[in-house]
């Protein structure tokens, strides 16, 4: 089984959310966006379907990093995430919380052996163009 099959987003905390989201615009071209920068890409074995890999920047509160206390968190692109699951189950890896199933993709997260959390993603990439605000989208060359 393939397990994960690309990078699908790079979070992390700061304590000043706004000033942060407003340097990486002005000096990297990066967007503020309500939900972070979104880059697109080609899948290279099906060239007109697009990929995405999120980019968000949080306050240094959020909640959503937990139980890590880590200021970054990476989120992988999974094919079968259910599936991919079981087995991490099986290997030891410990999960945290529940499947999350939004219309845009399945979620789930682990921790890795240092408390780093990840976040899995079986993403759907159809509904997910059709939810982005094209004009946040930095698209790939």
Request: aromatic residues 14%.
């Given at each position: 089984?393939?397990?994960?099959?690309?990078?699908?987003?790079?979070?992390?905390?700061?304590?000043?959310?706004?000033?942060?989201?407003?340097?990486?615009?002005?000096?990297?071209?990066?967007?503020?966006?309500?939900?972070?920068?979104?880059?697109?890409?080609?899948?290279?074995?099906?060239?007109?379907?697009?990929?995405?890999?999120?980019?968000?920047?949080?306050?240094?509160?959020?909640k959503y990093?937990?139980?890590?206390?880590?200021?970054?968190?990476?989120?992988?692109?999974?094919?079968?995430?259910?599936?991919?699951?079981?087995?991490?189950?099986?290997?030891?890896?410990?999960?945290?919380?529940?499947?999350?199933?939004?219309?845009?993709?399945?979620?789930?997260?682990?921790?890795?052996?240092?408390?780093?959390?990840?976040?899995?993603?079986?993403?759907?990439?159809?509904?997910?163009?059709?939810i982005l605000?094209?004009?946040?989208?930095?698209?790939?060359?």
């Amino acid at each position: 089984m393939k397990r994960v099959k690309g990078l699908g987003g790079v979070f992390f905390k700061t304590n000043d959310p706004k000033m942060m989201k407003a340097w990486y615009e002005k000096h990297l071209g990066i967007p503020d966006a309500p939900y972070g920068a979104t880059f697109e890409w080609r899948k290279s074995n099906e060239e007109t379907k697009s990929g995405f890999t999120a980019w968000s920047i949080f306050s240094d509160t959020t909640k959503y990093f937990q139980p890590s206390s880590k200021e970054f968190m990476i989120n992988y692109r999974v094919e079968n995430l259910v599936e991919l699951l079981k087995v991490l189950k099986e290997e030891g890896v410990t999960i945290v919380g529940e499947v999350d199933e939004q219309e845009y993709g399945k979620f789930a997260w682990i921790l890795d052996p240092e408390g780093n959390k990840i976040e899995l993603w079986e993403p759907v990439d159809k509904v997910y163009t059709d939810i982005l605000d094209q004009d946040h989208v930095i698209k790939s060359e």
